[in-house]
């Protein structure tokens, strides 16, 4: 698909998509405050917004059904620990989720498009050709290597992202580690469709790299979205001795 064909695409391309998001548990957790956020998010520039959770979405898109922000959808499985989310896909997960994630009001539905087995045991290329069957929105693939970025395209995704480098068990790294603009190079290179960059992103120079490298978009959640995240970084910073 041409960017240029599609709206909410040409919305994306050049800005800033925020990912305002709260685990199961955190005091952020709240589809009111999660709509709040995203809100702070839009008045300072924000292009579009990632949510998770089905209630989130519904709400946030109640509140922005009058504006052209575009919503980008998941659902993430919970529960799983650290060590088994590296080889679990738990980003919606499944066809049912990824319908029901569009249904609730996502302009684009996200999903994991790593090579790790779905739940629901369909193929990627099925579980996008029925997306894109069932619903209007568009597809996007969060991957870890080019390998699977390739692989998304050729399954029909309308986008794909780097959002999951790092965080696979061939991939893995600290949680301090920057984002591989090498990974996204490669996608921008060899790909035909809108590459985003999205994870470990906690600098506005990043921001601009990738952007200048070609990047339709760049997601960013925890440097502005995740207080206490933001919090222990400046905490570790004063452990000096």
Same mark, same amino acid.
Request: with cysteine; hydrophobic share 40%; glycine share 6%.
């Given at each position: 698909?041409?960017?240029?064909?599609?709206?909410?695409?040409?919305?994306?391309?050049? $800005? *800033?998509?925020?990912?305002?998001?709260?685990? @199961?548990?955190?005091? #952020?957790?709240?589809?009111? +405050? %999660? &709509?709040?956020?995203?809100?702070?998010?839009?008045?300072?520039?924000?292009?579009?917004?990632?949510?998770? $959770? *089905?209630?989130?979405?519904?709400?946030?898109? @109640?509140?922005?059904? #009058?504006?052209?922000?575009? +919503? %980008? &959808?998941?659902?993430?499985?919970?529960?799983?620990?650290?060590?088994?989310?590296?080889?679990?896909?738990?980003?919606?997960?499944?066809?049912?989720?990824?319908?029901?994630?569009?249904?609730?009001?996502?302009?684009?539905?996200?999903?994991?498009?790593?090579?790790?087995?779905?739940?629901?045991?369909?193929?990627?290329?099925?579980?996008?050709?029925?997306?894109?069957?069932?619903?209007?929105?568009?597809?996007?693939?969060?991957?870890?290597?080019?390998?699977?970025?390739?692989?998304?395209?050729?399954?029909?995704?309308?986008?794909?992202?780097?959002?999951?480098?790092?965080?696979?068990?061939?991939?893995?790294?600290?949680?301090?580690?920057?984002?591989?603009?090498?990974?996204?190079?490669?996608?921008?290179?060899?790909?035909?469709?809108?590459?985003?960059?999205?994870?470990?992103?906690?600098?506005?120079?990043?921001?601009?790299?990738?952007?200048?490298?070609?990047?339709?978009?760049?997601?960013?959640?925890?440097?502005?979205?995740?207080?206490?995240?933001?919090?222990?970084?400046?905490?570790?910073?004063?452990?000096?001795?």
């Amino acid at each position: 698909m041409n960017p240029g064909e599609n709206s909410v695409l040409a919305v994306l391309k050049g $800005g *800033l998509i925020v990912s305002c998001q709260a685990s @199961k548990g955190e005091p #952020l957790c709240q589809p009111q +405050i %999660i &709509g709040a956020l995203c809100q702070s998010a839009l008045s300072g520039g924000a292009r579009a917004l990632r949510l998770e $959770g *089905l209630e989130n979405i519904s709400y946030v898109r @109640k509140l922005t059904k #009058l504006s052209n922000i575009p +919503i %980008i &959808g998941i659902t993430k499985t919970e529960d799983l620990t650290k060590d088994q989310m590296l080889d679990q896909v738990y980003i919606t997960s499944t066809l049912d989720e990824a319908i029901s994630v569009a249904r609730a009001g996502a302009d684009i539905v996200a999903l994991d498009a790593t090579a790790r087995p779905r739940p629901d045991k369909l193929s990627l290329a099925q579980t996008i050709e029925n997306i894109h069957k069932e619903t209007s929105a568009l597809v996007w693939a969060d991957t870890a290597t080019i390998e699977e970025a390739r692989q998304a395209q050729e399954a029909g995704c309308d986008i794909v992202s780097t959002t999951l480098y790092g965080y696979t068990r061939d991939t893995e790294l600290p949680p301090e580690a920057e984002p591989s603009f090498e990974f996204l190079e490669q996608c921008i290179k060899e790909l035909k469709i809108p590459v985003i960059l999205e994870g470990r992103v906690w600098h506005p120079e990043q921001v601009e790299r990738a952007i200048k490298l070609g990047a339709h978009a760049v997601v960013v959640g925890s440097a502005i979205t995740r207080p206490h995240l933001i919090t222990e970084r400046f905490v570790k910073a004063t452990h000096i001795n």
